[in-house]
């Protein structure tokens, strides 16, 4: 289930949606730094929230802390200009099970 939230204002998006993971491994080092990477390629603040924990999208090792297995449902909160954008990719990368197949 994706739920997606989107307030624009003139100099800032936001964005938040639901990402279930699919992956059988979850976001093992692989997945964790395609999403890191890919989520690096935007200006916007990018946030992902298990539970009570909340990291940086851009770090690997705060992705890998979460401890995301297959199944899990993780909240993705985009903030600045290319949120949109951001948000789109990403849910891409979860897709497309981040081309493991």
């Given at each position: 289930?994706?739920?997606?939230?989107?307030i624009k204002?003139?100099?800032?998006?936001?964005?938040?949606?639901?990402?279930?993971?699919?992956?059988?491994?979850?976001?093992?080092?692989?997945?964790?730094?395609?999403?890191?990477?890919?989520?690096?390629?935007?200006?916007?603040?990018?946030?992902?929230?298990?539970?009570?924990?909340?990291?940086?999208?851009?770090?690997?090792?705060?992705?890998?802390?979460?401890?995301?297995?297959?199944?899990?449902?993780?909240?993705?909160?985009?903030?600045?200009?290319?949120?949109?954008?951001?948000?789109?990719?990403?849910?891409?990368?979860?897709?497309n099970n981040?081309?493991?197949?």
């Open positions: 289930m994706v739920v997606s939230i989107n204002t003139r100099l800032c998006e936001i964005m938040e949606l639901t990402l279930k993971i699919e992956n059988k491994a979850g976001l093992h080092a692989r997945p964790a730094a395609l999403f890191a990477k890919s989520a690096s390629a935007f200006t916007s603040t990018i946030m992902l929230v298990k539970g009570e924990k909340s990291v940086n999208a851009k770090s690997i090792i705060g992705i890998m802390g979460l401890g995301v297995k297959q199944g899990d449902n993780l909240l993705l909160k985009v903030e600045g200009p290319d949120a949109e954008e951001a948000a789109t990719a990403l849910e891409e990368l979860v897709a981040f081309g493991e197949g």
